[in-house]
């Protein structure tokens, strides 16, 4: 047997959205991802390495499963760095989610404000197939990626280049990625990030452009706290979209072990005229009038392995 | 790498019904229902401990797969008990598949006889998912939980509310419980059962009351026999519902190991005026006719890991 | 936790494929098909084992996923050989596996030459459902096996009965298979192979008969090369179908560790007349014309665990 670890998340929790009318449920990504994943690394020798990841969503709540559509890649690393294919994030959403105090995951998730239209989730930079990325090697803190995807003749929607770099060293990480994706109707999105951790206390700001042909640009500022205190760690996000539509949001996460903890949290989305950005979670009836408001509550418990 | 189990089933046999017509062919479950599945507990000190659970149904047969819906679940657990979040059987379940002689599988599936209408399968408690549920902690023989599901809105059938008490001590086991399921089509199952373990014998007795607003409550009492002779299992169980219909069975399993054996069945429904039960894995044609008789036969093998 | 062995493949590269018009994508199959599988063998004593194998391709460019229907087994294994049931390639197909210097895997699939029609993959006999097959033990270098699989009354396209006999010693390989399948328009293939072995080189010859009432039979003859150079392998084969249509390929695999290696390969079909003979990943438009030649070429990593 060749080590292969299999790994995952269980994140199960209460959730209670009110928009245009309310809803409670059960989610299965309060602060985490649930998945179920498989991967490793092997030494090739002469400093070269081959690696795989396979990753895909696991309904916690459902059962639901099936595909490895979070990732799935194979990497061949060396002293040139990383050359890595198959399905994945791309560059310009993985930085949204390293900035974002909540990690774009949950209710209080940024990406919610990303969108053009202001009522679908129509930003769909996140994740595209066939995709070769190559990463740099670690150089004193600079890290950097750049992807490509292809859309194979009849995917244009798949059709993706985007790249990143950032730089991070003691308390401070900076970084920027920009992308685009489609063909006749490309998006482009562009984003400039930093953080800084101090004593226990980590503080984000970040600022992304979102463009389309025809549409509006939507400029999304937010920042971010992440407070630790013992085992618990509170959080609290702000963010604000061209037009003046907003995002607050605030959470609690405690740490039963390096593997479980439980967490709170309360996010609310206060639209300008004629948007209906909602809540992470939210679709249909749950989201917000135009114009509106939406609140959300969720409790829950995380389970890595 | 955490500590993960990685287990399952492959159960395969070949099965002969006869109904109104027959058919032979090579089923997937014939005393045990094939699965994959990862679990795994983790301690968290101070007599806490967190654990998850994923299994999923695996076409031995054909390969079919990829979904966890046989039960997904994340558990918080200690000196109160157990707290356990995500899609599983509920307690009104548990109960029949524990004090049937065949653990409602294969062709002698006591649940067979427990619809409402006798022909489909519309007695639906079985699993469900955006499941609470809490297990009292062990206290001197006596166990239990209740369960709870959310509908959420969209999915009333799913709503459901069960729970189950019992006490095991030496050879006895009592147990009942109770479920209801549905919103205004409510299904409401009621059972007392009991075992009793003596030398190499088990015997097993059940009375299950199934009822729905405007049909005919169906009342099914069963009897079961487990005897073991070394390496070998003798099963035999005897049910009967509201009306007269019948359902006889007998078994055979030999242990080549703890996890290996081999088994052979044979099963048959004697059906009430009107009444349509057939045996686990019949369907359409090989159902009986109204008011007929079925016969199942089932050989294979099973595998554990 | 019992023994159980985690492993897979992840095979991605880069193809271009050219008929009536070009294609260039990632695949996930250059010289061996992207999967994901579990297995273990249990020793049950008395020279008895038994085992399972599950098995699911993996889309190692686009994360899908979630069957297992490369494979799943069950087997009991002794000195009578093994009785292995459940969904597995058929005799009739592991002969053109071996003895195909590509491995029918990739754009070189010697397989692409075997429909009757000349234009989609008609040529069905490869993997069956309800299968029961029994495997002769180790004897001096024979070895044979039958298979037969249910229709079970509604799927009379995996009906199916198949046998294959071998000889292997020193570097000398034999073997013959026959298998049809199918209910009306049955399908039947008989093969003839050998390979020899010889320093650092593996000749192979094949012929193949693939029949069906009411159309032309299609006889096959292809001959292959393989030539280790230290970790590198030279591949080479040339086969020839009824009427004259042809496919040559030729490709390099370079071993980076047992594990791990990257490959380059390029293959093309000319077709005799009327005939639309493709490459390994062609379909519609990436076809040749009738008549028409086509091109392809694959570059890639492959990486095993």
């Known amino acids: 047997q060749s080590s292969v670890t299999v790994f995952g998340v269980l994140d199960v929790g209460a959730r209670s959205l009110k928009g245009v009318s309310s809803i409670k449920y059960l989610h299965k ?4 991802s649930s998945r179920l994943g498989f991967r490793g690394v092997e030494d ?21 499963g099936g595909t490895w559509q979070r990732r799935s890649t194979v990497s061949l690393m060396g002293g040139f760095g990383e ?11 993985t930085i949204v989610d390293d900035f974002d105090a909540f990690g774009t995951t949950g209710i209080a998730d940024v990406s919610r404000l ?5 009522t679908s989730r129509d930003w769909e930079i996140n994740r595209t197939s066939n995709q070769v990325s190559y990463f740099l090697p670690s150089m004193g803190g600079i890290y950097g990626n750049v992807d490509a995807s292809a859309g194979e003749g009849t995917n244009a929607a798949n059709k993706m280049i985007s790249g990143r770099i950032g730089f991070k060293s003691g308390g401070l990480h900076l970084s920027a990625a920009t992308g685009n ?18 004593g226990s206390a980590t503080v984000y700001a ?3 452009q979102n463009k389309q042909a025809g549409m509006a640009t939507n400029k999304i500022n937010s920042l971010g706290l992440a407070y630790s205190m013992g085992a618990g760690k509170l959080q609290g996000s702000f963010a604000k979209a061209t037009g003046g539509s907003k ?15 439980i967490y709170a949290q309360v996010a609310r989305t206060d639209n300008s005229a004629g948007k209906r950005f909602g809540l992470g979670g939210a679709s249909g009836a749950t989201a917000p009038a135009a114009g509106g408001d939406s609140t959300g509550y969720s409790v829950g418990v995380r389970h890595s392995f």
Chains 1, 2, 3 share one sequence.
């Open 114 to 118: 990303y969108t053009l239209t202001g």
């Open 83 to 93: 050359v890595r294919l198959g399905h994945q994030k791309v560059a310009a959403r």
């Open 206 to 208: 970040m600022h992304t």
């Open 44 to 64: 090739l020798g002469g400093g070269l390495k081959a690696g795989f990841h396979i990753e895909g969503a696991l309904g916690s709540d459902d059962g639901s």
């Open 181 to 198: 994706q489609g063909v006749s109707a490309k998006l482009k999105t562009t984003t400039l990030a930093g953080s800084y951790a101090f």
């Open 29 to 32: 990504d309060g602060v985490s």
């Open 247 to 261: 995002l607050i949001a605030a959470g609690y996460d405690y740490s039963l072990s390096k593997r479980t903890g």
